[in-house]
């Protein structure tokens, strides 16, 4: 059984987990009307992404005994300044959410909630490839900076990048 401030704390995840889907769908859809298609796929993807992220944690919530709450969203950005402002919105991004799924644990632990603490165990890996992976995206943009050609090639590879929690094996 879930205390009552572990299950808000997970309802509070689950806010934040549906906020980034929205986020990310809002910025694939910049990206497509941009004319990005593979820049935007990879949006669309972690979108989906994020909300089995919320779904994940509903479950469990709900499992043990709690009641997941389905939360009210605000609008997200509908315009980015520019991929890099994009990547470099999502890299902030996670790691603020990496510091909330933290506070998370350490409430896990104070209230000897060693269930849940396990359970999140999950979303700590998960973050640290998030974080891996815009970082690596902001340095590959460094790279190509001005140049049209590498862009083009940075948009089509990223048609075929999987997220990192989704698609076979993951990870990437
Ligand atoms: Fe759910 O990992 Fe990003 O936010």
Known sequence: MLSKKVEAALNAQIETEA???QIYLAMASWAEVQGLGGIAAFLYRHS????????KLMKFVNERGGHAVVPALKQPAKD????MDVF???????TKVTGEINKVVD???KEKD????NFMQWYVSEQIEEERLARTLIDK??????DKGGLYLFDRDLQS????????????
């Open 88 to 94: 470099q919105t999502i890299f902030q991004h996670e």
């Open 114 to 117: 060693y269930t849940t603490h």
């Open 19 to 21: 906020m980034s889907s």
């Open 48 to 55: 989906d992404e994020e909300r089995v992220h919320a779904l």
């Open 80 to 83: 980015c300044k520019s991929i």
């Open 107 to 109: 409430l896990c632990l």
């Open 141 to 146: 943009l460094n790279l190509i900076g001005g």
């Open 161 to 172: 990048v999987t997220g990192t929690s989704g698609g076979e094996g993951g990870g990437h």
